[in-house]
């Protein structure tokens, strides 16, 4: 059996029979899989806290068609602090999600793993008024390296270009529309404010974009844009926004409805 080590993050587990565990690994270079850890979920396996979800560990795989299985794994860090703050938890939970969701297996893409990486120790070790900031800095890089969009410089229906400071943000159309095309087909209202903070996390590094401070206003509106962005790409609702937003006591609607696609289920 051809054996190949990877370092990888733990992006989702799945009970397997009695004691084995399934994982999909995000690895630094080969991009997303899935393996088997057998007897992963019994107490004092040398596999158990090795797979367990956020964990970043050193992995000996042996490869299979598929599915590969875990020869041994050596933590190298376990982000507790995602694991013991519910807070913290619900946002380094959606960004699992959402890179599980936004990716196909083995399909490396180098920046991917910096970026999760970058942002969970943000999520585990950061103060909580930089949360909001990485997961917008998350979204909109992950989105970009998938071939996501969304366009931000020109009217995403027509090409041309989007003169003045009234915006309208339309997933359909993959983004913004100048005035002439929103006036036609519609999309929701964005202000500058929010699109000049999304230029500016897509141009900076990670280190800059946590220093950018967003008001409640602007915060507000690029995640709900965002979040109707997603669904709309993914054609459904992150399970772990469900959670997220029972803990913020949904203070907001986030989401609006947008062509029949309410984020319900
Ligand atoms: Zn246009």
């Known amino acids: 059996m051809a054996l190949f080590r990877a370092e990888a993050v733990v992006l989702r587990t799945k009970d397997l029979g009695e004691a084995d565990r399934i994982v999909t690994l995000l690895t630094a270079t080969e991009g997303k899989l899935r393996a088997v850890a057998r007897g992963a979920r019994r107490q004092r396996n040398r596999l158990a806290s090795g797979t367990q979800l956020f964990t970043r560990a050193d992995f000996l795989l042996s490869r299979g068609k598929g599915l590969h299985t875990v020869s041994q794994c050596q933590v190298l860090e376990a982000f507790r602090p995602l694991r013991e703050d519910l807070d913290r938890l619900a946002r380094g939970s959606y960004c699992l ?17 910096p970026l999760l990486l970058g942002t969970l120790h943000v999520l585990a070790d950061g103060p909580a008024d930089e949360w909001d900031i990485a997961l917008r800095f998350f979204e909109l890089h992950l989105l970009q390296a998938a071939g996501f969009g969304p366009g931000w410089d020109v009217c995403g229906h027509c090409g041309g270009d989007l003169p003045g400071d009234s915006f309208a943000f339309d997933p359909a159309a993959g983004g913004l529309l100048c005035g002439s095309c929103r006036v036609a087909s519609g999309g929701l209202r964005i202000s500058l404010g929010a699109v000049q903070t999304a230029r500016h996390l897509l141009r900076a590094d990670l280190r800059r974009a946590r220093s950018t401070r967003m008001g409640a206003a602007v915060a507000m509106e690029l995640e709900r844009s965002l979040r109707t962005y997603i669904t709309y790409i993914l054609e459904r609702r992150l399970r772990s926004l469900d959670f ?8 907001n609607d986030r989401e609006v409805t947008y062509n029949g696609i309410s984020g319900e289920d």
Do not use: F, N
Request: aromatic fraction near 4%.
């Open 97 to 113: 999600e959402l890179l599980d969701l936004a990716t196909e297996e083995q399909d490396p893409a180098p920046i991917l793993y």
């Open 244 to 251: 997220l937003d029972s803990l913020r006591g949904a203070e």
